[in-house]
């Protein structure tokens, strides 16, 4: 079945710093990917997708690449801010099949951006 | 315009009552989720409603759980005979589509089984 795997966390950094948090999946065909963000005390909200191989998703200056070939869709910021501090979800919705739809998670990374 | 909507936003139960946990979607948004966030499990889908198709069902735990969407509106997820593994954050999601498209997530029925 489908599996989304993200790195360990948590992550803290200092504000203009530069993220990255890995994600790798594992699907049949070819999924949608995502990452979604949960701020402190509210709810999941898309941050960025990318549909295709090679599409790059893009918001908040926050940016990830869909890699066919390494099965990764890792997210990168180039400077990170405090407001930035989040819980990040990469997910994936299978192209098709009974997996159509529904999203799979990864286990979820903390961000924690100090001054 | 008006988001997800989910009630109540915090349950309290003792073991072996049911509950009732709602969502309302966004309107005209075909597809309506239900997945369950919990501490030692992550996120995880329970159960998927796709227009006046059949639910896929796959995702729940047990044949305690159930869920209902009436009119292709609301619906409800109900928990038979709760236990305390059932404590956790159930969130609701819609879309226009399938696939691809945007889910938007509700703000989360918090559920404690004591």
């Known amino acids: 079945g489908n599996s989304v795997t993200q790195m360990e966390g948590p992550v803290t950094l200092s504000e203009e710093a530069f993220l990255t948090i890995n994600c790798t999946y594992t699907?049949?065909?070819?999924?949608?990917l995502f990452w979604y963000v949960q701020y402190p005390g509210e709810g999941l909200q898309l941050l960025l997708k990318?549909?295709?191989?090679?599409d790059k998703g893009s918001n908040k200056g926050f940016e990830a690449t869909y890699r066919k070939e390494t099965t990764s869709f890792h997210l990168e910021k180039g400077s990170v801010q405090v407001s930035d501090s989040a819980v990040y979800f990469c997910?994936?919705?299978?192209?098709?099949?009974?997996?159509?739809?529904?999203?799979?998670f990864g286990q979820g990374t903390i961000l924690t951006v100090h001054p | 315009g008006a988001g997800v909507s989910q009630s109540p936003s915090n349950k309290v139960t003792e073991k072996g009552k049911d509950v009732e946990l709602r969502c309302d979607p966004i309107?005209?948004?075909?597809?309506l989720y239900w997945y369950r966030q919990s501490l030692g499990q992550g996120l995880e889908f329970l159960i998927y409603?796709?227009?006046?198709?059949?639910?896929?069902k796959s995702g729940l735990p047990s044949d305690r759980f159930s869920a209902e969407r009436t009119g292709g509106s609301v619906s409800t997820l109900t928990i038979q005979r709760t236990q305390q593994e059932d404590s956790a954050v159930y969130l609701c999601?819609?879309?226009?589509?399938?696939?691809?498209?945007?889910?938007?997530f509700g703000p989360g029925t918090r559920l404690t089984v004591t």
């Open positions: 999601a819609s879309s226009t589509g399938q696939g691809g498209y945007e889910q938007y």
């Open positions: 409603f796709q227009g006046n198709s059949a639910p896929d």
């Open positions: 309107s005209g948004h075909t597809a």
């Open positions: 699907a049949t065909g070819y999924p949608s």
């Open positions: 990318a549909t295709k191989a090679d």
């Open positions: 997910a994936l919705s299978g192209a098709g099949g009974t997996s159509y739809g529904k999203l799979t």
